[in-house]
T-cell receptor
Framework: KAGVTQTPRYLIKTRGQQVTLSCSPI?????VSWYQQTPGQGLQFLFE???????NKGNFPGRFSGRQFSNSRSEMNVSTLELGDSALYLC?????????????FGEGSRLTVL | AQSVTQLDSQVPVFEEAPVELRCNYS??????LFWYVQYPNQGLQLLLK??????LVESINGFEAEFNKSQTSFHLRKPSVHISDTAEYFC????????????FGKGTKLSVKP
């Protein structure tokens, strides 16, 4: 069974640009969550999508957005990039029902903003 | 607000020594707890989980954790560590709002020295 796949693995952008990150969940999983990981703030929840609908959202500005497609693949977008957006962005998939078990994480997309 | 606190940011230990990584969680009627491990340049992998039942849970590589409701703790232990256990460990809680929205601790970097 293939794991969670994130693309691209590494990317470099400049301030003001926008970026789109992609995540393919484990087959059969309908929930996709996104997390931002930085040395200072640790792992912070961005949002969760389930059956193409955003089910939860963390405390991030509107520059951070996402969507989920009918095949459960998800994308997140960050517009007007700031230096502080440099981070490892992790995608996780799950069955989508509360308290049913663990999330499965991808290896992440490392974004560097110059 | 729910929270998960990891009391040590770094834990150095010699090979074959025992180790304990501490985690406290904010009390709730219903909470499910997880330990994840992250190796350099990789995503998070589930180490073990407590959903219900026995309060002592074990992983396949010798780690164990005990869910302690009275002390609101979920400490991770291993009686004898190996060099290969060097990684960052994250404690996380699912407070039932949504499977995709885990509350993570800040992480503990375990460094095993020969």
């Amino acid at each position: 069974k293939a794991g969670v796949t994130q693309t691209p693995r590494y990317l470099i952008k400049t301030r003001g640009q926008q970026v789109t990150l992609s995540c393919s969940p484990i087959s059969g999983h309908r929930s996709v969550s996104w997390y931002q990981q930085t040395p200072g703030q640790g792992l912070q929840f961005l949002f969760e999508y389930f059956s193409e609908t955003q089910r939860n959202k963390g405390n991030f500005p509107g520059r951070f957005s996402g969507r989920q497609f009918s095949n459960s693949r998800s994308e997140m977008n960050v517009s007007t990039l700031e230096l502080g957006d440099s981070a490892l962005y992790l995608c996780a998939s799950g069955q989508g029902r509360a308290n049913t078990g663990e999330l499965f994480f991808g290896e992440g997309s490392r974004l560097t903003v110059l | 607000a729910q929270s998960v606190t990891q009391l040590d940011s770094q834990v150095p230990v010699f090979e074959e020594a025992p180790v304990e990584l501490r985690c406290n969680y904010s009390s709730s009627v219903s909470v499910y707890l997880f330990w994840y491990v992250q190796y350099p340049n990789q995503g998070l992998q589930l180490l073990l989980k407590y959903l219900s039942g026995s309060t002592l849970v074990e992983s396949i590589n010798g780690f164990e954790a005990e869910f302690n409701k009275s002390q609101t703790s979920f400490h991770l232990r291993k009686p004898s560590v190996h060099i290969s256990d060097t990684a960052e460990y994250f404690c996380a809680g699912d407070y039932g709002g949504s499977q995709g929205n885990l509350i993570f601790g800040k992480g503990t970097k375990l460094s095993v020295k020969p």
